[in-house]
């Protein structure tokens, strides 16, 4: 009994010192603390504090407290940013997973992990976001067990968003692995990565245009000239130049911000990829532009571009989308990164706008006081804010400790 006690006692001495220096970074406490005294973070805790009361509000009050909802929109900017304009920014995880994995671009390696970890947290997230939205978070299981029938979308979306969850958390776990320097499970797991890949495409592939399908039902709801029988096409082939454009910005981000835990591998892999990402982008965002003139077409609204909403068409369409293609032609033919950059932060705008366009601007646009409801409250506006500031700073967290932006020295040889 007593031996068993001190074995007990020896390894929770030795674990607990190794398992705080992981977390602290080798720093002692106090260093750690004097670190941490930064303006990123100042600002953090200050829109975290500032935002609370919004969130008891929606807990106590329900969520017509903080939010512009109701029977006729029972979705805000809250759904229409978390969920809808996040999650084709998120499927950054599974292209450049696909691109390696599948299609075998070996150029695309460095960039898999930091693609995993940004489509991961960003599932992760878009999960919370439908928390906060539909409160009683114990009855999560219900859309995929007892709420919704298999004929049902929203049934197709909770299970996809359940399952890519842990397929991506289980496709990031040899960083996980390497940083705790696990060697067995690490080899088991770098084993059934490619399987995890391809369940993972498959999932993601079925989930962006399942978001567009949704709307299929909701011919008198949303507007003509946003409403297609093509809108699930539409979602799945905008999701692939957002998820590039999203890589574009990771890869200038972590090389400014986090060049301190980049291989070397990685650093001068950016420029490639970045080349590389903008060439896909292009040509992924020509073929969107000519699928929407075409879906105007098919439905003869030529006429309806001549209205208001029509003019608002017109500005996502030329505005948002076809400008910055034209703009990351000349960034991929000049070979000039700030284009490149440039013309990817405005095609993620376009995505925003657009998926914010069909959740809310164009839904219910004949209703009264429309524009009331679509512009949103402070409360609703702070919990966004402080949703994002805690993403940014869980993805910070673990770019600074694990190896996302290159492998550890004594894994490099394991693919």
């Not at 990123?40 to 939010?67: C, E, H, K």
């Not at 150029?107 to 999960?127: C, E, S």
């Not at 397929?167 to 084993?191: D, M, N, Y």
């Not at 505005?319 to 991929?332: C, E, F, I």
Request: aromatic residues 14%.
């Amino acid at each position: 009994m007593q031996e068993t006690q001190a074995a007990s006692s020896g390894f929770f001495n030795g674990f607990a010192p190794w398992f705080m220096n992981k977390l602290l970074m080798g720093r002692s406490w106090p260093d750690y603390a004097r670190s941490l005294a930064t303006p990123f973070n100042v600002m953090a805790v200050a829109i975290l504090i500032v935002s609370i009361p919004s969130f008891y509000s929606r807990y106590t009050q329900g969520l017509s407290s903080v939010v512009h909802a109701s029977a006729e929109y029972p979705w805000g900017l809250l759904l229409s940013w978390g969920i809808f304009a996040g999650e084709p920014l998120y499927a950054c995880g599974f292209l450049a997973a696909t691109a390696y994995y599948v299609l075998g671009y070996k150029g695309f390696k460095p960039l898999v992990r930091l693609g995993v970890m940004a489509g991961m947290l960003g599932y992760m997230f878009a999960a919370s976001y439908l928390l906060i939205d539909l409160g009683r978070p114990w009855r999560l299981y219900f859309p995929m067990a007892v709420g919704f029938g298999p004929s049902s979308v929203l049934f197709i979306v909770a299970w996809h968003v359940c399952l890519y969850v842990n397929v991506q958390l289980l496709e990031f776990t040899p960083a996980i692995l390497e940083w705790l320097g696990s060697k067995r499970i690490h080899k088991w797991v770098v084993s059934a990565t490619v399987g995890l890949v391809i369940l993972g495409t498959v999932l993601t592939t079925i989930h962006q245009s399942a978001l567009g399908a949704m709307y299929l039902i909701t011919p008198h709801k949303l507007h003509p000239l946003w409403y297609s029988s093509y809108l699930p096409v539409f979602f799945l082939s905008s999701a692939v130049f957002a998820a590039m454009a999203f890589l574009v910005m990771l890869m200038a981000v972590s090389v400014k911000y986090f060049r301190h835990m980049c291989d070397s591998a990685f650093v001068d892999s950016v420029e490639r990829n970045t080349i590389t990402l903008g060439k896909g982008i292009a040509l992924s965002m020509y073929v969107y532009f000519a699928l929407k003139v075409i879906g105007v077409a098919k439905d003869g609204l030529w006429s309806s571009l001549a209205t208001p909403y029509g003019y608002w068409y017109l500005f996502e369409v030329a505005g948002m989308l076809l400008l910055p293609a034209v703009l990351m032609t000349y960034g991929v033919k000049s070979s000039n990164m700030f284009a490149i950059r440039a013309a990817s932060v405005w095609a993620m705008l376009g995505i925003v706008l657009n998926r914010v366009n069909v959740n809310l601007v164009a839904y219910n646009w004949s209703m009264p006081d429309h524009f009331k409801h679509i512009t949103p409250p402070l409360p609703e506006t702070l919990m966004i804010l402080s949703m994002i500031t805690l993403q940014l700073m869980v993805m910070r967290w673990i770019l600074n400790r694990m190896p996302v932006l290159g492998q550890a020295s004594a894994y490099r040889d394991v693919h």
